[in-house]
């Protein structure tokens, strides 16, 4: 068991830069994956990025490569979403999620814990 909690959400001007958090507690495993996903009005659930607990290796989606940056402190048990140059489109919430397995997954039915989201809008 593993509880996620986002922060760091928030209202910034399109070209601006957010830093997104998710604090985890209880159970961690270097097994897990951790993964950010947003959910726009109207819109599926999508992947943004990924990282492993133990190790450097990260994946992004297409969309994001170059404007996004995730990282974890395992110190702090707390990985990070750098967002930078926003546009209108990012608009969405944000939901950190965790998983337990060798692979990262883009598919939200393959993440077991979920945050409760956090809100960034970026106003045009």
């Known amino acids: 068991q593993v509880q996620l909690v986002e922060s760091g959400g928030g209202l910034v001007q399109a070209g601006g830069s957010l830093r997104l958090s998710c604090a985890a507690s209880?159970?961690?495993?270097?097994?897990?994956?951790m993964g950010w996903f947003r959910q726009a009005p109207g819109k599926e659930r999508e992947f943004v990025a990924g990282?492993?607990?133990?190790?450097?290796?990260?994946r992004y989606a297409d969309s994001m490569k170059g404007r996004f940056t995730i990282s974890r402190d395992n110190a702090k048990n707390t990985v990070y979403l750098q967002m930078s140059s926003l546009k209108p489109e990012d608009t969405a919430v944000y939901y950190c999620?965790?998983?337990?397995?060798?692979?990262?997954?883009?598919?939200?039915?393959?993440?077991?814990?979920w945050g409760q989201g956090t809100q960034v809008t970026v106003s045009s």
């Open positions: 209880g159970r961690t495993s270097a097994s897990y994956i």
């Open positions: 999620a965790a998983r337990l397995g060798t692979f990262f997954a883009m598919d939200t039915q393959r993440y077991d814990y």
């Open positions: 990282i492993r607990w133990s190790g450097s290796s990260t």
